[in-house]
């Protein structure tokens, strides 16, 4: 069964940081892509970052670019999102997924995704 567990959420200022962390078990870790996405009440989930199987290409959106870093630890099965510089405008529910196969910002292309946890930034 295969399992993506969120922690680090929570609540913070503008300007504050916090990092996220995703444990996943039930998969080969090691050759996932993984991804971090965002929600907010009303809106369609939206790709924030991603990290190839090796850690070599990662992409962001726009909107975090500078501010946000993914990476991974292939040894923990443990994927990261540090998060600085937030803004209100970053709040929302955090996930993150994994895949098979080759890089994609496309949340439709994930096949495991973790519970969510919530990121609010208050100004």
């Known amino acids: 069964q295969v399992q993506l567990v969120e922690s680090g959420g929570g609540s913070v200022q503008a300007g504050g940081s916090l990092r996220l962390s995703c444990a996943v078990s039930?998969?080969?870790?090691?050759?996932?892509?993984m991804g971090w996405f965002r929600q907010v009440p009303g809106k369609e989930r939206e790709f924030v970052a991603g990290?190839?199987?090796?850690?070599?290409?990662?992409g962001y959106a726009d909107s975090v670019k500078g501010r946000f870093t993914i990476s991974r630890d292939n040894a923990k099965n443990r994927v990261y999102l540090q998060m600085n510089s937030l803004k209100p405008e970053d709040t929302a529910a955090y996930y993150c997924?994994?895949?098979?196969?080759?890089?994609?910002?496309?949340?439709?292309?994930?096949?495991?995704w973790g519970q969510g946890t919530q990121v609010t930034v208050s100004s």
């Open positions: 039930g998969r080969t870790f090691s050759t996932a892509v």
């Open positions: 997924a994994a895949k098979s196969g080759g890089y994609s910002t496309n949340s439709r292309m994930y096949n495991d």
């Open positions: 990290i190839n199987w090796s850690g070599g290409i990662t």
